[in-house]
């Protein structure tokens, strides 16, 4: 929030780059206040006065990501995924299977052109062929251009004007039709599935990363 701040003081645009499984689901992140911490940024993010953008270059998880994608402009990598729940915790949560996260992929709902037709991202930015990790120079540039762009843009609106945009934008994100509706009730239903699971888990003093896959244990957010 330090940065967000210093931004504005200096009128400084603001580019965030999302790359996070999601925050981690244990007693020890509740305890140091991470819930407090990713709701105070997304608040921060919301009201301060310079343009936002935000970019998903890898796995947006959560709300991890989500506190770094409240922006006036949202792109996303073509190959980039965003959900409510990484799908193997959803697997967990709805088949009690890690491995089966194959089969809950569909109804996540996670990749760029889901995103871009449920209204949550405002652009998809094209990879190289076969993949921006074949070659991130060419990736980088790719960016960079569509970055150029998008602030261009911002920067010509009132300060004021950013602000009101941005808030009425993410109160009104629901409100994009039928089909998003439908999407956010199950990715919802898979969230809430997950999250009661994790606190019966801590009030019976177990582990509640105990059935996740190990490579998620402790899992923290980032941006």
Do not use: C
Not at 68 to 76: E, I, N
Not at 110 to 138: K, Q, W
Not at 140 to 155: D, H
Request: glycine share 8%; net charge neutral.
């Amino acid at each position: 929030r330090r940065a967000i701040r210093f931004a504005a003081r200096f009128n400084l645009p603001i580019v965030t780059l999302v790359d996070t499984p999601g925050s981690a689901l244990d007693l020890e992140a509740w305890e140091r206040g991470q819930a407090h911490a990713i709701s105070q940024t997304i608040s921060t993010l919301l009201d301060v006065e310079v343009p936002t953008i935000s970019v998903l270059i890898g796995e947006g998880g959560s709300e991890a990501a989500l506190a770094f994608a409240v922006t006036d402009r949202v792109l996303m990598l073509q190959n980039a995924i965003y959900t409510p729940i990484s799908p193997e915790r959803a697997a967990v949560a709805e088949l009690r299977d890690s491995a089966a996260a194959e089969q809950v992929v569909g109804a996540l709902r996670l990749t760029s052109i889901d995103s871009r037709r449920m209204g949550i991202i405002d652009e998809i930015v094209r990879e190289p062929d076969g993949g921006a990790h074949v070659d991130p120079l060419e990736a980088s540039r790719l960016l960079k251009r569509a970055l150029m762009i998008e602030i261009t843009e911002v920067v010509e609106r009132h300060r004021r004007t950013l602000v009101r945009r941005r808030q009425r934008k993410y109160r009104n994100i629901g409100e994009s039709g039928r089909p998003f509706r439908s999407a956010l009730r199950r990715e919802l239903s898979v969230w809430s599935r997950a999250l009661g699971a994790s606190v019966r888990a801590l009030r019976s003093g177990n582990d509640p990363g105990a059935e996740l896959p190990e490579e998620l244990d402790g899992d923290s957010s980032g941006g």
